[in-house]
């Protein structure tokens, strides 16, 4: 079956950097696009962009250049987000989630980041 | 950028009554549209894809409608396990996506 398994919930200070894992299971990883989305404390849903897992090639979406990037391994299956120069602002559950024709059809279980001195 | 605004943000209503909600774009999205369920502390599920096709496992309970710019997800009889906040998702431009804000369905 699918599965897509996040690393754990980080926490770091203003201005460290963090790196989510996202490993994928159950299909071809290559086969299917891969789409990161956030989601701030009691908020909704925030697509940051995606992944190409084909070519590697990167999309970010408005409010998400220069500080986030968005990698592979292709070896491992896995998909990964950086974060660099953390803001409080930039405390929230962060979701990998699979893109099919038919939408975004399964999501990891969602990783928590807290940026607090 | 495609603007999707739902609407009403919050639904009060009790088991076995009938949910209505509303999503509406700022420009046509064709049936490019999705839903989404989320429940507390849960990753979001795909529930209707192409604005009226169930996703797999789905129950017959939900269903999608609309075109263009104005879509509806209608759950006939809600079941207690219903209760939770709902996501419209465009993606007629793709490889941009944008969602609503979300519309809570509590109980009464």
């Known amino acids: 079956q699918v599965q897509l398994v996040q690393s754990g919930s980080e926490l770091r200070k203003p201005g460290a950097s963090v790196k989510v894992s996202c490993k994928a299971s159950g299909y071809t990883f290559t086969t299917y696009a891969m789409n990161w989305v956030r989601q701030a404390p009691g908020q909704g849903l925030e697509w940051m962009g995606w992944?190409?897992?084909?070519?590697?090639?990167?999309t970010y979406a408005q409010g998400f250049t220069g500080r986030f990037v968005f990698s592979l391994d292709t070896s491992v299956s896995t998909a990964y987000l950086q974060i660099s120069s953390l803001k409080a602002e930039d405390t929230a559950v962060y979701y990998c989630?699979?893109?099919?024709?038919?939408?975004?059809?399964?999501w990891g279980q969602g990783t928590l980041v807290t940026v607090s001195s | 950028e495609i603007v999707l605004t739902q609407s009403p943000a919050t639904l009060s209503l009790s088991p076995g009554e009938r949910a209505t909600l509303s999503c509406r774009a700022s420009?046509?999205?064709?049936?490019?549209l999705a839903w989404y369920q989320q429940k507390p502390g849960q990753a979001p599920r795909l529930l209707i894809y192409?604005?009226?096709n169930r996703a797999t496992g789905i129950p017959a309970r939900f269903s999608g409608s609309g075109s263009g710019t104005d879509f509806t997800l209608s759950i006939s009889s809600l079941e207690p396990e219903d209760f939770a906040v709902y996501y419209c998702?465009?993606?007629?431009?793709?490889?941009?996506?944008?969602f609503g804000g979300g519309t809570k369905v509590e109980i009464k």
């Open positions: 192409g604005a009226s």
């Open positions: 989630a699979r893109e099919s024709s038919y939408g975004t059809d399964y």
């Open positions: 992944i190409n897992t084909n070519t590697g090639n990167p």
């Open positions: 420009q046509s999205v064709s049936s490019y």
């Open positions: 998702q465009q993606r007629t431009n793709w490889p941009r996506l944008t």
